[in-house]
């Protein structure tokens, strides 16, 4: 017997056109060869060639995956599936449609009965049917038909390969396709964040060495990073669990701009040194905030550079629950089983453009414990391409610009708190260039002041003023605390049935990261503009302040190459 050719075209979820992809299925004597074939010049790290082998005669389905070294793995499974019901229609005396329920998705095969007995189709793990699969629908929506069949080609010997290669679970296989197709980068390793740690005196930092700021509450990495294709997703992924500290703390994931340039300013100046050798807002409170937003180094060694400095660029914002991990055994509540770590995952895919090359990233919890925090940290990217190489000639440009950061990463090395809302608004400046197509701020900001009425407790409006003028207002706010008591195994318990990390906050609970809001700036005049942040912060009272941690960058989107910096 000759082996037949089937050739199925692939749609768009929501499209009725068919894409550039074909599916191709080979019948012979009872069994299928099912792959997909892809024009790839220079495919992705980690991408397989995925091959399907059915054996109707024992009633088998072969799967193999044949990655880049040549290295093959295979695993199997019934052809047969009891575990699906389907309901069936006659369309004609030939045709027959099977109608079944997946995950709450409605799944139509229409198959046409020949002469002969066969099962040809490209999805054999829906089970065994009779005839030739004409077309597949998902909800309502053709995803697959048959285009062309080409009957008469020579037998190939043997049609389904002896060797299929080393034998792994469906399982083992899965993980090890995302393991090979996620580029990760390992930057932190259960690292411990704490008080009580020397300054390094290092004059030169190296790459991928771990060191201790201001008092081992933040710690650093320089490292080189992949400058991967535009089409990857980038994400952070932070473990976090208590060492000593039992407290909800603040947390921030962050990276330096500019830092590696001898001739700019940079936080890095104030990681080495004092955070007094960054540029000083004085409020009109007579407090002195240093290097909250861009501006212009007093440092001798910048005299006579033209770079500015802007403020670290917060990836991620995050807070520690009450205890997690150390003190799991210290508390016992019926219908309460406390989780070992806190796992925050966020897309930072805007901010990719600093995360390649030479970067510095930092990692930063306040504490003043012996023992503190142990975290660590991956950068994860994920492809949406089998091509390495794509075409991103008419794709916008990115460059991200920030403006205003007053999470105080030093507070332990005398970093002044975000209280300047107290008497006064946030004004910077920015410009606009004819080439922009998008610009969108991101902004985090959460309030803090752990009393009753403390800003921490009270909901506050962000008002964001462009030229002057209210554009915004956001007022961040969690209501759904509660939701966490897992996290939090020593979280004070009142007398109401309440627990401290129950309570509503501004824009944060204990063991959450909070999310960025974006706020749209397309369709400004090309020029100088500004941005103001006011927030009504609470007066002190009680012994105690309230402050807000701000940070907030412009993500420019350009047809054309822009200067990150003069």
């Known amino acids: 017997m000759k082996i037949e050719t089937y050739t199925y075209d692939l749609l768009d979820y929501d499209s009725d056109d068919p894409t550039e992809r074909i599916t191709l299925v080979e019948s012979h004597d009872g069994q299928l060869k099912i792959w997909t074939p892809l024009d790839i010049k220079r495919p992705i790290p980690g991408y397989c060639q995925e091959y399907m082998y059915v054996d109707n005669g024992k009633d088998s389905i072969y799967y193999q995956y044949q990655f880049d070294g040549n290295t093959i793995y295979y695993h199997t499974a019934p052809l047969q599936r009891s575990d699906l019901k389907w309901d069936t229609q006659t369309v004609d005396s030939k045709t027959t449609r099977y109608i079944t329920s997946i995950n709450s998705n409605r ?116 490292m080189m990073l992949p400058q991967l294709p535009a089409h990857y997703q980038t994400f952070i992924e932070l473990r976090q669990r208590s060492n000593g500290d ?77 205890g997690i991990g150390k003190y799991n055994d210290r508390v016992q509540l019926d219908g309460l089983d406390w989780e070992e770590e806190t796992y925050y995952k966020q897309e930072v895919t805007d901010l990719q453009t600093l995360l390649q090359n030479e970067v510095w990233i930092g990692v930063f919890i306040g504490n003043y414990d012996g023992g503190g925090h142990r975290v660590s940290l991956d950068l994860k990217s994920y492809p949406n391409d089998y091509e390495w190489e794509v075409d991103n000639s008419q794709a916008p440009r990115t460059h991200v610009e920030s403006l205003v950061n007053t999470c105080n990463v030093l507070e332990m090395a005398g970093q002044n708190y975000g209280k300047i809302f107290g008497t006064d608004s946030i004004k910077v400046t920015f410009v606009t260039r004819t080439s922009d197509s998008v610009l969108t701020l991101r902004y985090i900001s959460t309030g803090h002041g752990g009393w009753g009425t403390g800003d921490e407790f009270t909901p506050k409006e962000n008002e964001l003023l462009i030229d002057g003028e209210r554009r915004y207002v956001y007022t961040p706010w969690r209501s759904d605390c509660g939701r966490y008591r897992e996290w939090n195994p020593v979280s004070g318990n009142f007398w109401n049935g309440l627990s401290s990390s129950d309570y509503s906050r501004s824009g944060w609970c204990p063991g959450t990261a909070t999310q960025p809001v974006y706020f749209d700036l397309s369709g400004l005049e090309p020029g100088t503009h500004t941005l103001t942040i006011a927030i009504p912060q609470g007066a002190p009272a009680e012994g105690g302040f309230s402050h807000w941690n701000v940070s907030a960058q412009l993500i420019r989107q350009s047809r054309t190459t822009v200067n990150a910096r003069p």
């Open 107 to 222: 799944i139509e095969l229409t198959f046409k009965r020949e002469k002969r007995p066969k099962n040809v189709t490209p999805l054999p793990y829906y089970g065994k049917f009779d005839g030739v699969l004409q077309e597949m629908k998902r909800n309502g929506l053709v995803l697959m038909r048959l285009k062309d069949v080409q009957p008469g080609t020579t037998k190939r010997s043997p049609f389904i390969p002896t060797d299929m290669g080393i034998r792994k679970s469906g399982r083992e296989i899965s993980n090890l396709k995302k393991e090979k197709l996620v580029v990760t980068t390992h930057i932190f390793d259960n690292e411990q964040i704490c008080w009580g740690k020397e300054k390094p005196t290092l004059t030169e930092i190296p790459f991928d060495t771990t060191l201790h700021y201001a008092g081992g509450t933040l710690i650093l990495k320089r």
């Open 246 to 322: 039992a407290y909800d703390r603040t947390g921030s994931v962050f990276v330096i701009p500019g830092a590696g340039n001898e001739l700019e300013p940079t936080f890095l100046d104030a990681i080495i040194g004092h955070p007094d050798s960054l540029p000083i807002t004085v409020g009109r409170d007579g407090e002195k905030y240093q290097g909250i937003v861009e501006g212009i180094s007093q440092m001798q060694k910048y005299r006579i550079s033209s770079f500015v400095y802007e403020p670290p660029v917060e990836l991620m914002r995050f807070f520690t629950p009450f």
